[in-house]
């Protein structure tokens, strides 16, 4: 059963701490409610923290997945569907000597507060990894975990703590290298990464090994000559897109949704 990552306790002890230095150095009627007030946020957090383990008796499942020589939106590989109170998905995988992004997808089918956990391999790599979330349809980016990436960071770490809504809808997950670490992407890098919107009663692992020596870069096998030209053209044009000088333009935030595919 996958390890359970990404937790509200530290909120509650910061909250304690809160409440104890509140006790000792105030004693009029306004503080009196404040502490009230806190004691209630305690009560609220902690019945949320026991919602977001298992109710009953937990399913679990497994599915194994290869990585792919050209990762972008076409190629996402799928983690689930993502249901409050009823699933959490939990990934295992590695960028590789040489890989420099992955890119997974899930469905969130219900609009709720979403937790996101994520851990590596080794210590030293807590910090190489960056972990961004993007609107599938439309390419938005919701959360980076990149320290300069503005709104997208804040949401991101709103996400570590349970206290982001994510809209219902279709995700990529995005999981490269963060700026600076690793640039000729010599070393593997391990990692996990978790979503749970509360409690969940069917827990779904999928593991992601290496590349299929037998599939073409998209990972496809086994289709008609017809279907191998068009992956060979598509190939075409996400190199001509990947080969483009930067746009720099006004208009580049509106073809956002439509180079999403190609770009990543």
Do not use: C, H, W
Not at 17 to 26: D, I
Not at 44 to 56: C, M, Y
Not at 70 to 85: P, Q, Y
Not at 153 to 175: M, P
Request: net charge negative.
């Amino acid at each position: 059963m996958a390890t359970t990552i990404g937790s509200t306790s530290t909120t509650v002890s910061q909250l304690f701490t809160t409440t104890a230095t509140t006790t000792s150095t105030t004693a009029s009627a306004g503080a009196v409610d404040e502490l009230e007030e806190i004691s209630k946020e305690i009560e609220r957090i902690a019945s949320e923290i026991k919602k977001s383990g298992p109710i009953g008796t937990v399913q679990e499942f497994e599915k194994t997945t290869n990585d792919v020589t050209i990762d972008n939106n076409m190629t996402a590989r799928d983690l689930g569907i993502l249901r409050e109170n009823d699933t959490r998905l939990n990934l295992f995988s590695s960028l590789a000597a040489g890989d420099k992004v992955d890119v997974f997808k899930l469905r969130v089918a219900t609009t709720a507060l979403t937790t996101i956990g994520s851990l590596v391999g080794e210590a030293e790599d807590k910090d190489a990894l960056r972990i961004q979330i993007f609107s599938r349809s439309s390419g938005t980016l919701i959360a980076d975990n990149d320290l300069d990436a503005g709104d997208a960071r804040k949401n991101y770490l709103l996400l570590t703590q349970g206290a982001l809504e994510l809209a219902q809808g279709d995700y990529a997950v995005r999981v490269s290298r963060i700026d600076g670490f690793d640039k000729a992407a010599a070393k593997g890098v391990q990692y996990a990464i978790q979503f749970t919107q509360g409690g969940y009663k069917r827990d779904f692992d999928t593991v992601e090994v290496g590349i299929n020596s037998e599939a073409d870069a998209y990972g496809f096998t086994g289709f008609s000559a017809s279907t191998n030209a068009l992956i060979s053209s598509l190939t075409a044009g996400s190199s001509f897109i990947s080969n483009l000088p930067p746009i720099g333009t006004s208009a580049t935030s509106k073809l956002s949704g439509v180079l999403f595919d190609s770009l990543f």
